[in-house]
Every structure is written in C-alpha cells, then in structure tokens.
C-alpha cells in the first residue's frame, strides 16, 4: 500500500497476555471493535512504561517493565482515525510464570469489557490486532 510521505503515524504501545492458548483484549466504551490493552505514550513516556500504565488504567493488572518483552512492532491503518493515517504498535509479551499468571483482569472506567480471543475472533478487532492474531498464531502461542 502507498501512502504519503506525510500521512501520521500513531506510536502506541499494546500488552499481549496470553493464558490456555487466547489472548486478553478489551472493548473501549462507545467501540465495535476489540483493542489490546494499551495506548498512546505520555510525552515523558518509553514505550514500555505506556504499557504498564495503559494496562493499569484499562484492566486493573499491575506490572512492571520486568515482566515484559518486546514481541513485536505491527504498522497498520489506524481503525477510527482520519485516512492515511497509520498506528505503529509496539507489543509487549507477558513473560510466563510471574505474577501476572494468576491476576484477574477487569474492566476499569475505560473499557466496556475484557474478553480473552483466538485467531477466530480476528473478524472483531481492527487491521493491527488481526495482524496481531496473526503473529501469535504463527507464534503458536494462541489457537
């Protein structure tokens, strides 16, 4: 796909928690779709200190940069947004058997619910969680 050498670029950071082979994602209020937990960086933000913060706000899991690794960056049509513009995700991977293996993820004032996918539910989420789906099942890391 050709785009414009102007056309912005949303620098978002996502969290992958991936439990008995699905992965967690959540509906933001007023949205069709389903999003990985995470958001836009703070401008005094890395990329992973806006994970562990988006995920805090949006699910209620308390991490910290220890318990992540850099998946991967997906480039993609940013889903809501004005044509042309595209949404650069970077995805943080929960390490296995940390804490994090037995928190309960909730729905905070942001989000509708949380919903844990497969690649099946790849027709409900927008063109960077597809690619996403994607990844981790190629990964073998979700059905």
Known sequence: MSLPADAPTLRVSALLLVRDRRVLMV????????????????????????????????????????????????????????????????????????????ATPVASAEVDEVEWVTSADRDRCPPAGVETIRLLTQADLID
């Open 27 to 102: 509906r933001a209020r007023q949205r069709d779709v389903l999003y990985l937990p995470g958001g836009k960086a703070e401008a005094h933000e890395t990329d992973v200190e806006a994970v562990v913060r988006e995920a805090f706000e949006e699910t209620g899991l308390q991490l910290t940069a220890a318990d992540v690794d850099q998946f991967a960056v997906v480039t993609e049509p940013a889903h809501g947004q004005a044509p042309g513009t595209m949404v650069a995700m970077t995805l943080f991977l929960v390490r296995p058997g940390g804490p994090l293996d037995s």
